[in-house]
């Protein structure tokens, strides 16, 4: 007789106040036959503080298409697991959609257990538009290459919210400032639900300088949040420049400028010389 399949359950863990995590979250730790971790290390220790003892499987980004397939066997085979990342919702700007895909391919079960995540923790108090958003996650780690990710989204009209790492804050709020223009309205949530908890919000011209002058909001981890371009005729002004910027890379600036006006529908005048 064959067994019953198991249930994979993507579980949420906290951010950072280990009270937010639920009581569904710890019932499910509790009785699963093993929990697929980021890093085992960083669960282990979350596990001991409730007195869970289950056995740990390391799934990574390094490992994950090799683990894919041994997992969803045990799935197969009438085990319960438990997908977990090192805060906050599996999948968010983490490992593990692979083994889901593979999970779900199977015909097999796959359960959420909601909570904590970040993006949306900040968004909640962040007091930007949220009917509409763009989540992009970590921004590039080169300059040139965060840039080249950023130009497209300044004529974007949603909110939009990043992940951002302590040493490379300054340089993408420079960047953000640049790109999008210094007086967009953003927010700055660092070390949500951790005891140095903040959150800043004014222009990205303002969250820049206040970053830079003080050492304290350039530790712990952040979520920046930018609003995104007010009104179709800033739209296509911030496209319109972000054309003329990598136009004007092969032609001379009055070509390249008529050329971003036509495309982008922006006055010329907006555009060059800018």
């Known amino acids: 007789m064959q067994p019953r399949p198991g249930t994979l359950h993507v579980v949420a863990t906290p951010i950072g106040n280990l009270g937010d995590l639920s009581p569904r979250a710890l019932e499910t730790l509790r009785t699963v036959d093993a929990i697929c971790a980021e890093d085992t290390r960083h ?6 503080h409730y007195g869970i003892e289950r056995p740990l499987v390391a799934l990574h980004e390094h490992n994950e298409d090799l683990l894919a397939e041994r997992l969803v066997a045990r799935l197969q085979a009438g085990e319960s697991l438990a997908l977990v990342s090192d ?3 599996p999948l968010v700007s983490d490992p593990g959609f692979r083994l889901v895909r593979a999970a779900r391919a199977a015909g097999l079960k796959v359960s959420p257990v909601p909570g904590a995540c970040a993006f949306v923790a900040a968004l909640s108090v962040a007091g930007l538009p949220s009917d509409r958003l763009v989540f992009e996650g970590f921004l590039p780690a080169k300059a040139s290459a965060r840039r080249e990710r950023l130009a497209p989204l300044a004529a974007e009209t949603r909110t939009l919210a990043f992940y951002e790492s302590a040493h490379r804050i ?3 709020l420079a960047d953000m400032a640049t790109i999008f223009g210094g007086d967009r309205r953003a927010v700055i949530a660092r070390e949500l ?3 140095f908890e903040t959150v800043l919000d004014g222009t990205l011209a303002d969250l820049q300088a206040r970053v830079a002058e003080d ?6 981890e952040f979520v920046v949040l930018v609003q995104g371009a007010g009104d179709d005729a800033d739209a296509r002004i911030a496209e319109g420049k972000r054309l ?4 004007g890379e092969h032609l001379p600036p009055s070509t390249a400028a008529k050329l971003a006006a036509e495309l ?3 006055p010329r005048k907006a555009l060059y010389g800018s």
Request: glycine content about 10%; charged content about 25%.
């Open 43 to 48: 669960t282990r220790q979350l596990l001991s």
């Open 170 to 172: 300054e340089e993408a």
């Open 215 to 220: 050492p304290n909001q350039r530790k712990g």
């Open 87 to 89: 805060a906050g919702t």
């Open 193 to 195: 639900t951790k005891l």
């Open 244 to 247: 003329y910027a990598k136009l």
């Open 264 to 266: 982008s529908g922006a």
